[in-house]
């Protein structure tokens, strides 16, 4: 299985700028109104071919819920079964091609994204999730681009991990994928997380069955055609949409389930979990079960940081794609001799920015994705105005009527372990405990212990010990840990990613640590003479 295939050196896609006169940005405004002018017809696709049900959702963009951008027709418990039998006979084919021929697939569909494919998920990224140009291209194309490319490298050392042989033996590890067919389950908030939760088991030579996001069905639904037009043969991942219950259900309770890889909330992996768990002595294999969940992700800064890049920091960290990164700044820690400047600096910026439909470039943030999400925060937003020992500082303000559009919002807490301290919001709202500068340790402290999460965290400080000190404390508080950095924005194969307690299984997306998830390794030993006298020299008399 070790490759000998000279794998293209690993490199990131560079981040296009779209500023006014780059050829970038005509193509993404001819991408966006050839897109914004159509209705998708998005089928499901089983073993390469393309079903309609005629029971269909619609897609609508966030910032504009009344422009229908597609109709996605939604599987039902027996295509769902068609799906899983279309991964079985891929699977037969599919597992035993070289990784020179795997790898080419993803290579190809790396440089097809990041190509003539590029507009089109950037366009549908945008009008269908409601991102900025520059939200949409570090995820749909960049992120994306990064993962196909870089796993493939991964996965090459991957496989050349290979053991001693002694004199007159020879052993070699060979890395199967697993005996089985991939669940695989993604979130609406990035469109690369799709790309990658499906494609990586079967870059490792496994079969998929992936579930995209309801709300994410149009980006998804271009990336299963880069993945198709690269050469990726028909079942090696069936695009089932549909009702995720439903769709659970029917895969949950498959013997050949060999492993599930999700994104999403803490709670509906934990349920996952619990009806694997359940159902343990009916699977053909333990399920391999890789899942980033929710987060709570703080900063905290000590009296020796620098208030501008710590303002700045905040801003960037909780608001970008309206706060709905599992990676966004949500809870604060300053202290007292800081916080004046800082919160200055912050209401300014927050003042400045905009909000609104996501192809007027001008606007900073966008909608939040649906009215679930606009209500949830909406609730937030009306208790926080009324509780005690909370202080509305910028925004809180929401108004659904065109878009699902909430305000950045600032809040101050008196008590550090106020709801919106501890819960996970996903939106833009950001909430400041201010500590008495003298109390910087029992806040490292409640850091630690504020929630149950452990996905990213970031320390503002100039003094070296200081940061030294928080390191160490805080060293299971986030599987991502920044130092005077806003605690999003990572890169694949700079800050592999993933967070540990509820946060998730830390199998760190876009790492060979990721990979080793989706192999079974076999270990194979071949004696080069066999013995052929099977008395031991310790038995002769003399
Ligand atoms: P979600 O849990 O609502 O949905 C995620 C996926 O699970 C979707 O495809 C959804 O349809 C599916 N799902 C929902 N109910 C299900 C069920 N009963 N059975 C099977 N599948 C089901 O999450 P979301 O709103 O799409 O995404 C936001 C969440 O994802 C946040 O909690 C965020 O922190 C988390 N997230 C984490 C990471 C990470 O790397 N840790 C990255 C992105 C998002």
Same mark, same amino acid.
């Given at each position: 299985m070790s490759s000998s295939a000279n794998i293209p050196a690993p490199r990131n896609e560079p981040i296009l700028s779209y500023a006014p006169g780059s050829p970038e940005r005509e193509a993404i405004k001819a991408a966006l109104k050839k897109m914004g002018g159509e209705v998708a017809d998005i089928p499901i696709i089983i073993g390469g071919k393309e079903i309609r049900t005629g029971k269909t959702h619609d897609v609508v963009a966030p910032h504009n819920?009344?422009?229908?951008?597609?109709?996605?027709?939604?599987?039902?418990?027996?295509?769902? =079964?068609?799906?899983?039998?279309a991964s079985e006979r891929a699977y037969r084919d599919w597992s035993h091609w070289k990784f020179e021929d795997r790898a080419a697939v993803f290579i190809r569909a790396a440089e097809l994204l990041a190509g003539p494919w590029r507009q089109i998920v950037n366009a549908a990224t945008m009008l269908g999730q409601s991102k900025t140009i520059f939200q949409a291209e570090i995820d749909g194309a960049c992120e994306l681009i990064d993962f196909w490319r870089l796993n493939v490298n991964f996965a090459e050392q991957l496989y050349g991990q290979?053991?001693?042989?002694?004199?007159?033996?020879?052993?070699?590890?060979?890395?199967r994928p697993l005996e089985g067919f991939i669940y695989a389950i993604s979130p609406f908030n990035f469109t690369a997380i799709g790309g990658n939760l499906a494609g990586t088991p079967a870059l490792m030579g496994n079969t998929v069955v992936w579930k995209p996001a309801g709300t994410?069905?149009?980006?998804?639904y271009y990336v299963m055609k880069v993945l198709e037009a690269a050469g990726l043969p028909p079942g090696v991942i069936n695009f089932v949409p549909g009702d995720a219950a439903t769709i659970s259900a029917r895969v949950l309770a498959d013997r050949r389930l060999a492993g599930i890889h999700f994104t999403g909330s803490t709670g509906v992996f934990q349920m996952l979990w619990k009806q694997v768990g359940e159902r343990i002595a009916d699977y053909a294999t333990y399920p391999r079960l890789v899942g980033e969940t929710g987060g709570k992700d703080f900063v905290l800064a000590h009296s020796s940081a620098d208030a501008e890049s710590l303002a700045v920091a905040l801003v960037r960290g909780a608001y970008e794609y309206q706060g709905q990164k599992c990676s966004a700044a949500s809870r604060a820690y300053i202290p007292q001799s800081l916080w004046p400047d800082v919160r200055d600096r912050m209401v300014a910026m927050i003042k400045d920015i905009k909000v609104g439909d996501v192809t007027d470039f001008r606007n900073f943030m966008g909608a939040v994705i649906d009215q679930k999400s606009f209500n949830s925060l909406s609730g937030y937003l009306d208790r926080a105005r009324k509780d005690r020992g909370v202080t509305v500082l910028a925004g809180g303000g929401a108004d659904a009527r065109k878009g699902y559009f909430v305000e950045p919002t600032l809040?101050?807490?008196? +008590?550090?372990?106020?709801? =919106?301290?501890?819960?996970e919001l996903f939106g833009p709202v950001l909430t400041v405990h201010v500590y008495k500068d003298a109390d910087f340790r029992q806040t490292v402290k409640?850091?630690? @212990? =504020?929630?149950?999460?452990?996905? @990213?965290?970031?320390?503002?400080?100039? +003094?070296? +010990?200081?940061i030294d000190y928080a390191r160490t404390a805080l060293r299971h508080a986030a599987g991502n840990f920044y130092v005077n950095d806003k605690p999003t924005g990572a890169v694949?194969?700079?800050?592999?990613?993933?967070?540990?307690?509820?946060?998730? =299984?830390? +199998?760190?997306?876009?790492?060979?640590?990721?990979?080793l998830r989706w192999v079974s390794p076999r270990s194979m030993k071949e004696t080069l003479i066999p013995p052929t006298d099977y008395r031991y020299p310790f038995m002769a008399d003399r």
């Open positions: 819920h009344g422009h229908v951008l597609g109709r996605v027709h939604q599987a039902d418990g027996r295509l769902v =079964t068609q799906a899983i039998q290979q053991p001693l042989s002694s004199p007159g033996v020879w052993n070699r590890s060979e890395y994410a069905s149009l980006s998804s809040l101050q807490a008196r +008590d550090p372990k106020y709801r =919106t301290m501890c819960e409640l850091v630690d @212990t =504020t929630s149950p999460y452990a996905l @990213t965290g970031s320390v503002f400080a100039r +003094d070296r +010990d200081v694949v194969g700079q800050q592999p990613f993933g967070g540990a307690r509820a946060s998730g =299984t830390n +199998d760190k997306a876009g790492s060979i640590l990721n990979l």
